[in-house]
């Protein structure tokens, strides 16, 4: 997340919602061993899949809320641009997630338009590992904050992989060597922007439920709007819906499907969405960043713990498994009136 200078001029998050019970892991621990803060940092991945985990006091983590704090403003004006520039760089998707995504081109559970854009950066553009991407100048500008970025990022995600595969007692370097930074996948820096809402119509969800596709996402975000389906709840249930309240220093830490997949189901992949924010925050728009870390293309997905089934998806490479899901997604929404 970023630090406390962001936080020190927005409407405060309000004390009367109620919140996910977030443990809350510092990175300083992680990253030096202890088997206490492992642990706990397992238990949060295998009960919610969704953690805290804190920057502040550890030099890797300190130097990545400075970059997030640079980058959001690069977020704010990237998603401030004239909707024609934005329109240079739209997504062509199914295809491809990189590049711009338009308010409301797609839908929300009601079959209402959704309520936020997106920028997607690829990883592979930035490391070379393919052509570059067209990128607006003042993106082109930042190159070397998004890379440096990348790569301090790259390695607390490092640090999580490798601390959850030596909990389920598998080589440290188990998962990291199926997502390898220098190899092409689908992840991504993700700006996103979503809308204000001052309208009563407003106050419905912004990003539909979900979970994420890949390994790991590291999120940041400053106003509320994120929320979390409490486990074994319905998304239909209102009163399911457990609020994310942004920490200063902190990121928002969550598993994606293929980890799920890797650990033939001992890791959780939790369902969550953006609303609209909570209390007097929901009159500002909404910024938010996150790496969002996909498996190398060619990765195997077969179950490497022996726990569980491993079914048919084991054959496939990450690539395959991908568009399996994105195609059975489509298919859903399309049978539910809902486009993703
Ligand atoms: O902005 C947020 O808080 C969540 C974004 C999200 O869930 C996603 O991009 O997958
Ligand atoms: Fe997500």
Redesign the pocket.
Known sequence: MASERLFEHIVSFPDDVPTAPLHTIPLAGLRSGDQDIAKTAFAACQELGFFLLDLRGDSLGDMVIEEIDKLFDVGKDLLNLPQDVKEKYLNDAPKSFLGFKPRGQAKIETSEPDRFEWFNVGQDGLMGNTEPQSLPPLVQDQLSLFRSFLGHSQSIVGTINSTLATQLGLPANAFASLQKPTEPSGTVV?F?KAFASPATEDLRTS?IHHT?FGTI?L?A?ILG??QILGPDRSPGDKDAWLWVRPQPGCLIVNLGDAMVQWAGGLLRSNV?R?SFAPGEQRFSDRY?L?L?VRPEREASMKNLTGHGEDGEDGDLTAWEWEVKKAMALTHRAAAEGVKP
Do not use: F, K, Q
Request: zero cysteines; proline letters at 0%; charged letters at 15%.
């Open positions: 993700r996103i990003m994420d996402t999120l975000n709007g994120l969550h953006i938010s996150a969002l």
